[in-house]
């Protein structure tokens, strides 16, 4: 088992369409972090959540910590081509700084 | 400028040889880090290094061996090569140990 599971694993939209991707864990984090790779390329950092309950929001992309700080979401509004990539969530575990990558999203925009 | 540049992007070697991937980053970070991303795009943390100090070494076999000459170089040679080490290795650094990762373009490397 991954300790950071992402789903679903895959996800195929039209443009305009809202879409929501998630990250869980049974363990707690200090932080988890949100990256976006495109082909070719290596993840790009979008956000970092800190704080218990804690909403960001990256124009369209609106990230949530849970209170647990065991979990996250992210909620894009009116999906584009652009948005399409994989979306990978990272958190360090209390007590461990080692930074683990979840097992990420393959988002699919169709124009 | 790039910001952490590696190379070779693309490498297509013999089971058996030996190759090394160089990475460098100029942003003044002190840990550098080896990642390798499997066809299922998994990214799995190899090692990581802080101020030329290897600090992670997860379990990865003993052909895998990095070297960071300054902190602002950490090379990966593998020794051996396997058809199950055909993936993306991703070199990145940060700041500080838990702080934001800047990845490189990546090197695709085939064994075939």
């Known amino acids: 088992t991954q300790l950071l599971e992402q789903s679903p694993q895959f996800l195929s939209i039209q443009e305009g369409e809202n879409l929501t991707v998630y990250c869980n864990s049974s363990s707690v984090f200090s932080s988890l972090q949100w990256y976006r790779q495109e082909p070719g390329e290596g993840p790009v950092l979008l956000v970092t959540v800190v704080t218990g309950g804690e909403v960001k929001k990256l124009k369209r992309l609106t990230f949530q910590f849970g209170d647990a700080r065991k979990d996250s979401s992210l909620h894009i509004t009116a999906a584009q081509p652009g948005d399409t990539g994989l979306y990978l969530c990272a958190g360090s575990p209390f007590g461990n700084e080692k930074l683990t990558f979840g097992t990420g999203t393959r988002l699919t925009i169709i124009p | 400028d790039t910001a952490v540049s590696q190379t070779p992007k693309y490498l297509v070697t013999q089971m058996g040889n030996d190759k090394s991937i160089k990475c460098e980053q100029n942003?003044?970070?002190?840990?550098m880090y080896w990642y390798k991303q499997d066809s299922k795009k998994f990214l799995k943390i190899m090692f990581s290094?802080?101020?030329?100090?290897?600090?992670i070494n997860e379990t990865v076999p003993n052909r895998f061996s990095p070297k960071s000459p300054d902190k602002a170089h950490l090379n990966l040679h593998i020794n051996s090569l396997e058809l199950g080490d055909s993936a993306v290795y991703f070199c990145?650094?940060?700041?500080?140990?838990?702080?934001?990762?800047?990845f490189g373009e990546g090197s695709r490397l085939t064994v075939l």
């Open positions: 290094y802080n101020n030329k100090e290897l600090i």
């Open positions: 942003l003044g970070h002190d840990t």
């Open positions: 990145a650094s940060s700041r500080r140990a838990t702080g934001e990762l800047f």
